[in-house]
């Protein structure tokens, strides 16, 4: 099946040390997006990409970037993990005005 | 600011029982508005889609219908099931800045 998928589904790291989460879409589809979402939260719009072009939200912290090097494959770097970063990390792709599609999300937890 | 809500935060109904689900949104200038499951730790997955132009969309059990002048959503769900225990959100995206804005959910549980 055509899907998002989201590596890896749980990912540990230590307090200040860098760390990439990773997805990859078959859909081709040529929006990306990256959400983060505590719990019994809505999911947060962190940025998003129109095919290259990146969409940075005013209240995503500097401490977030991405990567998009290709349109199956976009990168949520964390270049410095504070306790406050510890979330479920959500890809997500769309078409233009179509539905979005999620993959399994990776859950960060920073000791 | 568009702002979606959804009450309540959390749903018990028993087995069988047909169930409305609610969203409200602030701003009617919206794209479409879209209706999603979450099951507990993992992603969402869509359920429907509504364009602002249209009033309804149905799938198996599932109706959801939209009153934009209201800034009103409701997702129906007909003869419940315990596997449809899962929250429930809904986001619109918005006309004026292009942006997805999510609601924080409701959580249900369908009662053996």
């Known amino acids: 099946d055509a899907m998002v998928i989201q590596n890896p589904r749980y990912q540990v790291t230590q307090f200040g040390k860098p760390v990439t989460l990773s997805c990859s879409q078959t859909?081709?589809?040529?929006?990306m997006y990256w959400y983060q979402q505590k719990s019994s939260q809505a999911p947060k719009l962190l940025f998003h990409?129109?095919?290259?072009?990146?969409?940075n939200e005013a209240d995503t912290p500097d401490n977030f970037q991405s990567r998009r090097p290709n349109t199956s494959f976009c990168f949520l770097d964390i270049r410095s993990p504070g306790l406050g970063d510890a979330a479920m990390y959500l890809c997500a792709t769309s078409r233009v005005n179509q539905p979005q599609h999620f993959g399994d999300g990776t859950r960060l937890s920073i000791l | 600011k568009q702002e979606v809500t959804q009450i309540p935060a959390a749903l018990s109904v028993p087995e069988g029982e047909n169930l409305v689900l609610n969203c409200s949104f602030t701003?009617?200038?919206?794209?479409?508005l879209q209706w999603f499951r979450q099951d507990p730790g993992k992603g969402l997955t869509s359920l429907l889609l509504?364009?602002?132009?249209?009033r309804e969309q149905t799938s198996g059990r599932l109706n959801a219908s939209l009153d934009k002048s209201s800034g009103r959503s409701t997702l129906y769900i007909a003869a419940s099931q315990p596997g449809d225990s899962a929250t429930y959100l809904c986001a619109v995206r918005d006309l004026r800045d292009d942006k997805i804005i999510f609601g924080k959910g409701t959580r249900l549980h369908i009662l053996p």
């Open positions: 859909l081709n589809h040529n929006v």
């Open positions: 701003d009617s200038a919206i794209y479409n």
């Open positions: 990409y129109y095919d290259k072009d990146f969409n």
């Open positions: 509504i364009q602002s132009s249209q």
